[in-house]
């Protein structure tokens, strides 16, 4: 088992986005409803969350609720929306304790009014706080977030010859927050499911076959011990990144 004396606490990514998936099969093998597991799964981003801040990383991005999950059945979005309060609710004063800044990106709009007031308040309990900043990915995509900033790009009347890279970068949700150096991925599948698409330009990724319910603090730092044996280069050679160019 994998512990955190194993990590190199000064070369820790400082951004870390998760892809929690697998709530559902988990349910299911324990012969349960779907929202079941999606409840459960709150042991495992506590569990993050405590790796993260004991690992002192800045950033932490959860995909928590995409675009497409809008079309799942009425009784498992209301279910979710729910749980998002009482997770709220009840985390707060531990998200407090641990100095942890609590963030949101996504179509917020489509979150039903109680959970966004609810969200919003710890937000703003949280707000001072200096240690890992927590960004919940709330009706999130990706494609949904490139077109969304480029109505805002076209809305100011920007020259073709004022749009560059950083100029996109700066209409993003993301805009506040460093691109993510690690991505784990939970529950076999191999894709990035229209999550941070742009960011993800130079992300290391790190899959796993566990399903997200049983994710503990030793897997987190597996993952991060994992990604502090891979040479970034972003482009350069071996040769290059190893003289420091």
């Known amino acids: 088992m994998i512990t955190i004396d194993q990590i190199d606490k000064s070369r820790v990514p400082q951004h870390v986005a998760i892809i929690m998936d697998g709530n559902g099969r988990w ?123 480029i109505k805002r790009i076209c809305s100011e009347s920007l020259r073709p010859e004022e749009v560059d890279e950083d100029t996109l970068r700066r209409y993003l949700c993301t805009a506040a927050y460093p691109d993510p150096d690690l991505l784990i991925r939970t529950g076999g599948e191999l894709r990035v499911s229209n999550f941070l698409l742009w960011q993800m330009a130079y992300t290391e990724f790190y899959f796993t076959d566990l399903l997200w319910p049983d994710f503990r603090h030793e897997h987190f730092y597996e993952a991060v011990l994992d990604y502090q044996q891979r040479q970034r280069r972003f482009g350069k050679t071996e040769a290059q990144v190893e003289a420091g160019k």
């Not at 990383?57 to 009784?75: C, D, H, K, V």
């Not at 709330?138 to 077109?147: F, I, T």
């Open 27 to 149: 349910a299911m093998r324990q012969q349960h409803e779907r929202l079941f597991g999606h409840q459960s799964a709150m042991d495992a981003v506590r569990a993050a969350v405590e790796a993260a801040v004991a690992l002192r990383i800045g950033y932490l991005t959860l995909y928590t609720f995409s675009t497409e999950n809008w079309n799942r059945p009425q009784a498992e979005v209301d279910g979710l929306m729910e749980l998002l309060i009482t997770a709220v609710h009840n985390e707060t004063k531990t998200l407090m304790d641990n100095n942890v800044r609590l963030q949101t990106i996504g179509d917020l709009q489509r979150i039903p009014e109680r959970s966004r007031s609810v969200l919003q308040g710890c937000i703003n309990q949280t707000s001072a706080n200096s240690g890992t900043t927590l960004v919940l990915a709330l009706s999130y995509s990706s494609r949904w977030e490139v077109a969304q900033a």
